[in-house]
């Protein structure tokens, strides 16, 4: 089983570059998740897709976009990169009737 | 308001107890959780608490969930070395038929041989 998958593990962007981040998962969940972590802030929620065809913002979703492409696939896009967005993103998902949601290994991205 | 609030280190001796202490906004919260990340990975949960339970037991896991204080806590008996990752306390909003999870800052536990 292979859970939350996600491409690419590492990526090094110059400021101003795009890059596509994929996710996805074979458990049929309908929920998906993009999240940021960065050191003593914790998770925070950029973008959340409830179900196939729908997104919604989370906290800090500027800089951002995302696509819902099926019910396995949510990919998080960055149209133009800046420093600040140097983080690691981890992608989940949840089935929305059961309690744990599964995250992926995460992807180490640096914009210099 | 959203909002999940943790201390950001504790350091305890192997073989004690460590308890961390998390504190959120919404009352309206489902679930709550706690999730371990380890160096270089990704999370997993280690367990979860409905909101209208105060206690669940797993094992060496100890969680006490105060609803009128909106306080939640993780309590690890008999602390070892492989227990030293950090320790997400996260909660589950319903927006609506939509589940948006807020996680904390992160707890770093390490532990001393």
């Known amino acids: 089983n292979a859970g939350v998958t996600q491409t690419p593990k590492f990526q090094v962007l110059k400021t101003g570059q795009s890059m596509t981040l994929q996710c996805a998962q074979d458990?049929?969940?309908?929920?998906m998740y993009w999240y940021r972590q960065d050191p003593g802030m914790g998770l925070r929620l950029i973008y959340y897709?409830?179900?196939?065809?729908?997104?919604d913002k989370g906290e800090v979703p500027n800089g951002y976009n995302v696509s819902r492409l099926n019910k396995r696939e949510f990919s998080l896009r960055l149209e133009s990169a800046a420093p600040s967005q140097t983080s690691v993103y981890f992608c989940?998902?949840?089935?929305?009737?059961?309690?744990?949601?599964?995250f992926g290994q995460g992807t180490r991205l640096t914009v210099v | 308001g959203e909002d999940v609030e943790q201390s950001l280190f504790l350091s305890v001796r192997e073989g004690d107890s460590s308890v961390i202490n998390c504190t959120y906004t919404?009352?309206?919260?489902?679930?709550l959780y706690w999730y371990k990340q380890e160096p270089g990975a990704g999370l997993q949960l280690l367990t979860y608490?409905?909101?209208?339970?105060d206690m669940k037991q797993d094992q060496r896991l100890t969680v006490l969930l105060n609803k009128k204080d909106k306080h939640l806590s993780l309590r690890i008996a008999d602390t070892q070395t492989g227990d030293s990752a950090i320790y997400f306390c996260?909660?589950?909003?319903?927006?609506?038929?939509?589940?948006?999870?807020?996680f904390g800052t992160g707890t770093r536990l390490k532990v001393l041989a």
């Open positions: 996260a909660e589950c909003l319903d927006t609506s038929g939509t589940y948006k999870y807020i």
């Open positions: 897709s409830a179900s196939e065809g729908t997104t």
């Open positions: 989940a998902s949840k089935r929305q009737i059961e309690a744990e949601a599964f």
């Open positions: 458990m049929n969940h309908n929920s």
């Open positions: 608490i409905f909101s209208n339970m």
């Open positions: 919404d009352s309206s919260s489902t679930y």
